[in-house]
């Protein structure tokens, strides 16, 4: 029996710097080969992102993949909307009617517009995803594929050996996601981002294939720990959800507040909304819930932007590859997390 760590379970020990402002590091990086100026992504959930969400995002200098879940048609509508802002960044699924999707918009957009294809399956660690790799490779050689999602180094490994040009590391870790609930099945998205960063350092093949750390985002903390422990960027579900740009239904309350939908892909909601109701034999692995709107997607960005900054004065870092070496993990106790937040609040 392996001993996982996760996020709470884990600080980063400050050393001696010589740095005197919290504006001097760079937090560029690159994914699937594509320079951003920020690791931070959000899911292509459809409570989350669209064409005019991703277009935003880009603005701030991340990437925004716009959902499957609607018509190949609406979906080139929504990245036609992204495409002002730049390169575009979009889901599909698995399996020959996705195959479809992904040629027509391919042939509809050119693929001088296309940033990175996003392979959206539960399970990626599966020959479902990559011979959905080898058909898009196939079909346009040149386009980025982004594959996931996988909890282990050697399922890292078997997509970044399909062709992956970057992978999705997370499985259960999502707030509205209750795989591991349901079936047991999960590894601690911390402890995953390690293994697969332990793998991709077993050799230089795998040098260019991405990590992106999906799932179990809440604070700034967990994407400075994720991007320590090896993973490029971040992808985030419900703290892009809560801003008013997200994508998600609008519901007023009797008090007057705002209130946006917020679900998880694998829900019953989305299930009997999308395909009639869920398969026989199946079970929902995601929860639909309310979310209220308390901050705007510039807000996020400065959040996460600053406390990635403000962790690299911490440990004499000037971008995020001297972050990842001049930093130590120390393992803490509850009590230590509970001391970790402000007292009296869980901020």
């Known amino acids: 029996m392996r001993r996982c760590l996760s996020f709470d379970d884990v600080l980063i020990s400050p050393v001696k710097t010589t740095i005197t402002s919290r504006s001097t590091p760079d937090i560029s990086t690159k994914i699937a080969g594509i320079k951003v100026k920020i690791p931070i992504l959000s899911s292509p959930m459809d409570t989350v992102t669209d064409g005019l969400f991703a277009n935003s995002l ?10 499957r879940f609607l018509s190949e048609e609406s979906q080139l509508k929504e990245l036609n909307i992204a495409a002002k802002a730049g390169a575009v960044y979009f889901a599909i699924g698995v399996g020959s009617s996705e195959l479809n999707r992904y040629k027509f918009l391919y042939d509809s957009l050119g693929p001088d517009k296309i940033g990175f294809v996003n392979i959206d ?19 346009s050689p040149l386009v980025r594929v982004v594959a996931g999602s996988v909890a282990t180094g050697s399922g890292y490994r078997f997509l970044a050996d399909s062709g992956a040009d970057g992978v999705r590391v997370g499985i259960g870790g999502g707030s509205i996601c209750k795989t591991r609930i349901m079936t047991g099945i999960g590894v601690p998205t911390f402890h995953s981002v390690f293994d697969c960063a332990t793998e991709r350092a077993s050799s230089s093949l795998y040098d260019d294939v991405s990590i992106i750390a999906d799932g179990g985002i809440r604070y700034p903390s967990d994407a400075v720990k994720s991007l320590i422990a090896g993973a490029d960027a971040v992808m985030c579900g419900k703290v892009f959800a809560q801003t008013r740009e997200s994508c998600g239904t609008k519901v007023n309350d009797f008090n007057g507040g705002c209130y946006k ?12 909304e999308k395909r009639g109701g869920l398969k026989a034999g199946t079970c929902a692995e995601g929860v639909q819930t309310m979310l209220e709107v308390n901050t705007t997607l510039k807000n996020v960005i400065d959040d996460f932007g600053g406390g ?31 001391e970790s937040h402000a007292f009296g609040t869980q901020n």
């Open 58 to 67: 880009s603005q701030h200098g991340g990437i925004g993949i716009v959902h």
């Open 121 to 139: 399956i539960a399970n990626g660690h599966s020959t479902i995803c990559s011979k959905m790799i080898e058909e898009i490779k196939a079909y």
């Open 261 to 272: 939908v917020y679900r998880g892909m694998a829900s019953r909601e989305v299930q009997m």
């Open 308 to 338: 990635i900054r403000s962790a690299m004065t911490y440990v004499n870092a000037r971008n995020i590859s001297e972050l990842r070496k001049n930093s130590e993990f120390i393992e803490i106790t509850n009590s230590g997390m509970i």
